[in-house]
Nanobody, 121 residues
Framework: QVQLVESGGGLVQPGGSLRLSCAAS????????MGWYRQAPGKERELVAT???????NYVDSVKGRFIISRDSTKNTLYLQMNSLKPEDTAVYYC???????????????WGRGTLVTVSS
C-alpha cells in the first residue's frame, strides 16, 4: 500500500509564495515520474509540472518562471515552490506519482488527496 500526502497549502496574497510538499510512504521500490496537478473550482484538473527520476522537468506555460518542481529521493518527497502567485493559481493541488513496489513490478499511478491553495487579498 502506498500513500501520497500533500502539505503546505493555505491562503496567500497575490505576489506571495508557498511551498507544497508531497510525502510518499508505504511499499516503495522506485519512485518514477512525479508531478503536480491542480483543479480550480468549476474547471477540469490540469497538469502543473512533472519531474522524472533523472530530474528532468516540464511545466505548463502559465507557471513557467514562477514555479519550481523538485524532488528529494532520499526522503521520497516531492516539492513545488510557487512564487509570484496570482489569483488564477487558486486551486486544489494534487500530487501524482508512478511507483513500483518491487524490481519486477509494473509502475502504478497514485494520487494524493490534495491541498488547497487560495491566492487572494
Amino acid at each position: 500500500q502506498v500513500q501520497l500526502v500533500e502539505s503546505g497549502g493555505g491562503l496567500v496574497q497575490p505576489g506571495g509564495s508557498l511551498r507544497l510538499s508531497c510525502a510518499a510512504s508505504g511499499s516503495i521500490y522506485r519512485l518514477n515520474r512525479m508531478g503536480w496537478y491542480r483543479q480550480a473550482p468549476g474547471k477540469e484538473r490540469e497538469l502543473v509540472a512533472t519531474i522524472t527520476s533523472s530530474s528532468s522537468t516540464n511545466y505548463v506555460d502559465s507557471v513557467k518562471g514562477r514555479f519550481i518542481i523538485s524532488r528529494d529521493s532520499t526522503k521520497n518527497t516531492l516539492y513545488l515552490q510557487m512564487n509570484s502567485l496570482k489569483p488564477e493559481d487558486t486551486a486544489v493541488y494534487y500530487c501524482n506519482a508512478y511507483i513500483s513496489s518491487s524490481r519486477w513490478a509494473p509502475d502504478i499511478n497514485y494520487w494524493g488527496r490534495g491541498t488547497l491553495v487560495t491566492v487572494s487579498s
